[in-house]
T-cell receptor, first 112, second 116 residues
Framework: KNEVEQSPQNLTAQEGEFITINCSYS?????LHWLQQHPGGGIVSLFM???GKKKHGRLIATINIQEKHSSLHITASHPRDSAVYIC??????????????FGKGTHLIIQP | DGGITQSPKYLFRKEGQNVTLSCEQN?????MYWYRQDPGQGLRLIYY???????QKGDIAEGYSVSREKKESLPLTVTSAQKNPTAFYLC???????????????FGEGSRLTVL
């Protein structure tokens, strides 16, 4: 079983819909990252969080440490939000400066 | 603007040839990383470096090598020993405090290597 599981793997929605992408993890963590990978391949960091909730524009990320679960929400979705969204966790005691484990990503398509 | 530059974006090589992928950052980050991405899989760590002249193997280091002669650069060499080198390669950097990653990750645009 992967240490970081994302769902759904693929999601197609209409412009304007509220989008939720989920991430569950099975290890102790110090932080969780949400990343966005553009069709060209480049990756941008959206959020890094260790508790509670963060908001940036139309994006909201929440984390429940007890449940070992995080969600990424997109409000008023737009075709330019189409991308792969990746969840990654900093494992506690993961070793070195990179105790990072990545999910496989959620491929989101927003249709106009 | 500060960021990470990877080159080349696309690279084609014949089997048995070594290739070197460039990664340069001007963010003054101590930690730099190389990841490999294959279809349907999460990113996997090849090598990382926390300080100049020091680097550590990641989960899939076999067939790869790196050097860290200066803080800004971590070039990755894909050697002929790498059995399946065709993949998308991503370089990243972050701030660290000791061995703890304390900040967000910054990624380059990636390099797609195809071995013919």
């Amino acid at each position: 079983k992967n240490e970081v599981e994302q769902s759904p793997q693929n999601l197609t929605a209409q412009e304007g819909e509220f989008i939720t992408i989920n991430c569950s993890y099975s290890v102790g963590i110090s932080a969780l990252h949400w990343l966005q990978q553009h069709p060209g391949g480049g990756i941008v960091s959206l959020f890094m969080l260790s508790s509670g909730k963060k908001k940036h524009g139309r994006l909201i990320a929440t984390i429940n440490i007890q449940e070992k679960h995080s969600s990424l929400h997109i409000t008023a979705s737009h075709p330019r939000d189409s991308a792969v969204y990746i969840c990654a966790v900093n494992r506690v005691g993961g070793g070195g400066a990179d105790g990072l484990t990545f999910g496989k990503g959620t491929h989101l398509i927003i249709q106009p | 603007d500060g960021g990470i530059t990877q080159s080349p974006k696309y690279l084609f090589r014949k089997e048995g040839q070594n290739v070197t992928l460039s990664c340069e950052q001007n963010l003054n980050h101590d930690a730099m990383y190389w990841y490999r991405q294959d279809p349907g899989q999460g990113l996997r760590l090849i090598y990382y470096s926390q300080i100049v002249n020091d680097f550590q193997k990641g989960d899939i280091a076999e067939g790869y090598s790196v050097s860290r002669e200066k803080k800004e650069s971590l070039p990755l060499t894909v050697t002929s020993a790498q059995k399946n080198p065709t993949a998308f390669y991503l370089c990243a950097s972050s701030m660290t405090q000791g061995v703890t990653n304390t900040g967000e990750l910054f990624f380059g645009e990636g390099s797609r290597l195809t071995v013919l």
